[in-house]
């Protein structure tokens, strides 16, 4: 999975169609506990893959968020 | 060979309910029908002001009793979990022996767990009857974690519902055991991701822990609510539980084909359905019953075996598999062959 691939599909999981690699989290909103729980469960789903949820709270920018995945899955 | 063997189930439920149009209107951004998506539930039943866990499961057991007619004076093991006990003390067990009529002769006492609370009072109840120390045995569960719960964290309210179950387990002679093997586990590491942080001895109840705070994703609770880090909960939820399914079939020597109903504990639909795919289980033996009554904690396995019980899913020798996993964390699971007395 390419890193825009993987953008696309957080953005659309999320429904979040401006969801930038530059889009800061730690002060919006839309990132609450459902939208990382629709990750985790996106990825386990499709993916089998289970990432840290600690790290994926701590993620300050969606970039970090892209990072924290490609890395798990390698 | 004498063994402990599940006569019968049954369940209470309180009477208010709580529906998803109640809640969306309390949450911004929140309608019925996505915290039905996120959840699955349609409503949850919520515990009167004056009704404790003893109220609930004396109700249950009451039903179980009266339906399978069961002398009262038989009952020798009286064991009740819950989280949310009448008192600190006495034992809350002590005030279900005297209120159910009971002798003196029970054997009565709590233990604290929340969704694993089922396997582990099987295995302890299976222990005692195994062991000739008991007979004729009451597992009840019963909690209402709606207490705990600020009406305006969505994070716990949308899912929590209170209940009690009960469980008549009897010393019978079988060829094999009737309920096992068990697997039982514990990971403390997690404590701080699904508690009651303020109320009891490690930190009593001061002013300050009555102050209101609202977290990143807009819910509000105090130091004495009900606090739970979903994403973490779900992340050993998925690591967890397909290890203790592989398990505990691994030490049946069966496989998960040689099961005819799986039963989990009804956490939300988000996690049950991704068990569900990661242990490739299909429908027609994975069951789900939560969706009138939320996540009862201690008592959501036994009300959805009751259910398949009363449709009509459950045939004499059927292997059920159950399995509770949450606060703590704790974990559990074991088998169950169906076959109680005729």
């Given at each position: 999975m390419t890193r825009a691939e993987l953008l696309r599909k957080l953005a659309a999981q999320l429904d979040w169609p401006d969801l930038q690699e530059s889009t800061r989290l730690d002060d919006d909103a839309r990132w609450d506990s459902v939208a990382q729980l629709d990750i985790l469960m996106l990825l386990q789903r499709d993916h089998a893959m289970s990432v840290s949820a600690q790290e994926l709270q701590e993620s300050a920018t969606m970039a970090d968020v892209l990072d924290l995945v490609l890395a798990t899955e390698s | 060979m004498r063994t402990a063997v599940i006569q019968g189930i049954d369940h209470y439920l309180p009477e208010e309910r709580l529906t998803n149009a109640e809640l969306s209107a309390l949450y911004p951004g929140w309608t019925a029908d996505k915290i039905l998506e996120k959840t699955g539930i349609l409503e949850r039943r919520i515990a009167a002001d004056t009704e404790c866990a003893s109220d609930l499961a004396v109700r249950a057991a009451d039903r179980l009793l009266e339906r399978l007619d069961v002398d009262r004076s038989r009952i020798d093991l009286l064991v009740f979990c819950t989280q949310s006990p009448d008192h600190f003390l006495p034992t809350t067990a002590c005030l279900i022996q005297e209120r159910l009529g009971l002798g003196t002769n029970v054997a009565a006492f709590d233990y604290n767990l929340g969704c694993s609370a089922f396997p582990y009072g099987l295995a302890i109840v299976r222990g005692l009857i195994d062991a000739g120390i008991a007979s004729t045995a009451l597992l009840l569960m019963a909690d209402t974690y709606s207490k705990f719960i600020h009406p305006l964290d969505k994070s716990v309210r949308t899912l929590f519902g209170d209940a009690a179950s009960a469980v008549l387990i009897t010393a019978e002679e079988r060829a094999a055991p009737s309920i096992g093997p068990f697997v039982l586990g514990t990971d403390?590491?997690?404590?701080?991701?699904?508690?009651?942080?303020?109320?009891?001895?490690r930190h009593p109840l001061a002013t300050a822990d009555l102050a209101e705070k609202t977290d990143k994703s807009d819910n509000t609770r105090t130091a004495a609510n009900l606090f739970m880090n979903g994403p973490a909960i779900f992340e050993f939820t998925v690591k967890r539980v397909p290890a203790l399914i592989r398990d505990v079939v691994a030490a049946a020597e069966i496989s998960l084909d040689d099961v005819d109903l799986v039963i989990l504990h009804q956490a939300s639909e988000m996690l049950l359905a991704t068990l569900q795919g990661s242990l490739r289980i299909p429908d027609e033996k994975f069951v789900r019953h939560y969706s009138r009554c939320g996540n009862t904690v201690s008592s959501t396995i036994p009300i959805a075996l009751q259910s398949v019980i009363d449709a009509g899913r459950v045939a004499r020798g059927d292997v059920l598999l159950v399995a509770g996993f949450g606060v703590g964390y704790s974990w559990g699971a074991n088998l169950i062959r169906w076959e109680p007395n005729a």
């Open positions: - | 403390g590491t997690g404590a701080g991701n699904l508690i009651v942080p303020a109320g009891a001895m």
